[in-house]
């Protein structure tokens, strides 16, 4: 059994980022993305339609079919009916996506054309990209790029353009939700516009700490930008609603993310589902990630329930809960299952910075530790402070509190917070599934294979080496999985060992190598692409919170290149192989033969089975796979910009303290 509790987590992410010593780079350029010179275009999918035009929930009238709690054995209707518009809706990208992998002997226009009418046929992708604060953000903004055929020069020699237009399912987790919902809160911005942002605009500007506040008109201090965020936080306790660090952290973080006024408190995550775009299903469906804690409890172990957030639903498919209520609805005083008959709907409590915030809640431990070691801090400031974290604290509040309990007396027999007035979520990666795989490897979403994304810091110096691989496979091996597959992942020493955490590996390839019983079907593909120096050193800290526009880009290059092996220079078949990847499984299901090339990619990146556990040797310090080694400092660089974080968290929490007294 895995177990994870906010002191270990603090002790491992809070480690000295070092300089990894580099080795005899490949002498290729790296990846460039361009610098198109044009701003956001502000029509956002999520809306600012919370009714009370603000953070804050506000009581509506219920629709005449009053919203329920429905049991989780299967998708929701509304999925089911987006499903159908979206498959369809991947066709033709998926056709020129393949085409440009022109596999040898193998005519993929006619094979999609040829499955495409029973979709149950039709390759189904996900891609999930972990937590890790704006590490994972960086570096999975990386990968998207990559992905999206909008990216310019995503579409050439090489590369794997249109692997985002080809896909169905969109899952982030801590800092990896943050990157999904800034892309559907911006008009499914490309990663170029985001990360070009726009003149009076402080979305992705990384430069200033969200502690210190951003650099916009009618802010002009920190003290003044955290009395706005402590304002709208009131609003919502005003309404009776409890409130949690996660507010405050998710309100902060809006400044960045959201690029509206204020951060936009008014946006919600179910408004999503109300865009043209997004109801037409022209766009994937995106999904965030947490875990649920117990009242009182601090140790967040494999059997903490998974909840999943979408634009239609919030729940658990674990048998523990085994239920999702409407999204929209969120904040509603549900009983059983039902909101009573003298009841009235709740809606704005689907805030998206709250909810990204809750994927996000170990972030909460960051702002409640002890800063009193930071130098040069009056001591009135730090008491006022650390007053202030510990009300907080004291009542529970360091993490993010759903009251009234969406699952108040819902499957009491299974359910551990079935009669608690509150349900408490924390940050998704905290049961060590670090990357959002538990949404996409869900039987009813017949999911072909996920492209997981890996940015997080199992090691001393923040690479990943499979922890939250083989903790999602630990979990499938118990009860709470519920029946549900995982394919088999090998320990951590393995990875490290083997170089699988050095490059990518798809774990599952056979099909054959599963017994099924009634009822279970075969798991996605798992296509892993973890964190790797190819081009600069993409190991910063998960508390590292302010980064020099620079060192942003270099991340974001690294994140691109891991996607496309360095353009195809590390490997000339790459494309080939993602896309033998996309089809493995529709081949296998229609008694296709597998192309050539598609067997020889197999060869080199499906995991054999092979072990090799001895502890390792030093520590992990892997070199530069391609690019210019001078990269080696942006490390330091982000250590030297975290400098003067202390101070404005501590000017920062002196605005709440102002606004609560």
């Not at 209707?77 to 996506?97: A, H, N």
């Not at 995503?154 to 939700?177: D, H, K, N, R, V």
């Not at 597998?594 to 020889?600: D, H, L, T």
């Amino acid at each position: 059994m895995h177990i994870l509790d906010y002191s270990t987590t603090l002790a491992a992410l809070l480690l000295t980022t070092a300089n990894l010593a580099s080795a005899e780079p490949i002498p290729v350029p790296a990846v460039q993305l361009s610098q198109p010179n044009h701003d956001l275009i502000l029509s956002p999918r999520a809306r600012p339609n919370a009714p009370s035009g603000g953070y804050a929930p506000q009581e509506v009238n219920c629709p005449r079919n009053k919203p329920t709690v429905r049991l989780a054995d299967g998708i929701s209707k509304q999925e089911e009916d987006w499903l159908g518009k979206r498959r369809k809706e991947t066709v033709k990208p998926m056709i020129d996506f393949l085409k440009r992998a022109n596999l040898e002997g193998f005519d993929a226009e006619a094979y999609i054309n040829r499955v495409a009418p029973d979709v149950k046929d039709l390759p189904n992708v996900g891609i999930a990209v972990s937590g890790g604060g704006y590490r994972a953000l960086m570096n999975g903004a990386g990968f998207v790029a990559a992905a999206d055929s909008r990216t310019t020069g995503a579409t050439g020699e090489g590369q794997i353009g249109g692997l985002l237009q080809s896909s169905t399912y969109l899952a982030g987790l801590s800092g990896g939700g943050w990157l999904v919902s800034s892309i559907y809160t911006n008009n499914f911005s490309t990663v170029e516009t985001l990360r070009n942002g726009r003149e009076g605009s402080s979305i992705w500007k990384f430069d200033r700490s969200i502690f210190i506040g951003p650099n916009l008109p009618g802010i002009f201090d920190t003290t003044r930008y955290w009395s706005r965020v402590a304002r709208q936080v009131a609003a919502k306790a005003d309404a009776g609603f409890e409130t949690s660090i996660t507010d405050y952290w998710g309100r902060a973080l809006g400044y960045q993310l959201i690029d509206a006024e204020d951060g936009g408190p008014a946006y919600t995550f179910s408004s999503i589902a109300l865009d043209d775009e997004f109801s037409a299903a022209r766009t994937p469906f995106p999904i965030l990630v947490a875990n649920g804690r117990y009242p009182g409890e601090r140790i967040i172990s494999l059997n903490a329930t998974v909840y999943e957030f979408n634009p239609y639903e919030m729940g658990s498919y674990d048998p523990t809960t085994y239920g999702f209520v409407p999204m929209e609805y969120l904040g509603s005083n549900f009983s059983q299952g039902v909101i009573p008959s003298s009841g009235k709907c709740v809606k704005g409590f689907d805030s998206v910075s709250y909810i990204y915030g809750t994927s996000s809640s170990l972030f909460n431990a960051f702002m409640l530790q002890n800063i009193s070691s930071v130098e040069g801090v009056p001591t009135f400031l730090l008491n006022a402070a650390n007053a202030t974290l510990n009300i907080l604290d004291s009542n529970e509040n360091d993490i993010a509190q759903y009251e009234p309990n969406p699952f108040l007396g819902w499957n009491n027999a299974t359910n551990p917070s079935a009669q608690k007035i509150e349900l408490d979520l924390v940050d998704g990666g905290l049961d060590l599934q670090n990357i959002p795989l538990h949404p996409l490897i869900q039987p009813f979403r017949h999911v072909d294979v996920i492209f997981a994304v890996d940015s997080s810091a199992d090691t001393t110096h923040n690479w990943p080496n499979g922890t939250a691989l083989r903790a999602s496979w630990d979990r499938s091996q118990g009860a709470i999985a519920n029946g549900t597959l995982f394919p088999p992942v090998p320990d951590q020493n393995t990875f490290i060992n083997l170089g699988l955490n050095n490059r990518p590996t798809f774990f599952g390839c056979d099909v054959n190598n599963f017994t099924l019983e009634a009822g279970q079907k075969v798991p996605p593909l798992l296509v892993y692409i973890p964190n790797a120096p190819y081009s600069a050193n993409s190991n910063v800290s998960t508390f590292t919170s302010s980064y020099p526009e620079s060192q942003r880009n270099e991340i974001i290059t690294n994140g691109y290149n891991a996607a496309t092996q360095g353009n195809g220079t590390l490997d000339g078949e790459w494309n080939k192989c993602v896309a033998c990847a996309v089809l493995s499984r529709s081949l296998a299901r229609t008694g296709t033969g597998v192309p050539g090339e598609c067997g020889r990619c197999f060869e080199r990146y499906c995991w054999d089975g092979r072990l090799d556990t001895k502890a390792v040797e030093g520590e992990y310090e892997p070199g530069f796979r391609v690019g210019d080694a001078s990269t080696k400092d942006s490390a330091a660089a982000g250590r030297a910009a975290v400098m003067g974080t202390g101070m404005g968290l501590v000017v920062g929490l002196l605005g709440v303290v102002v606004m609560m007294l």
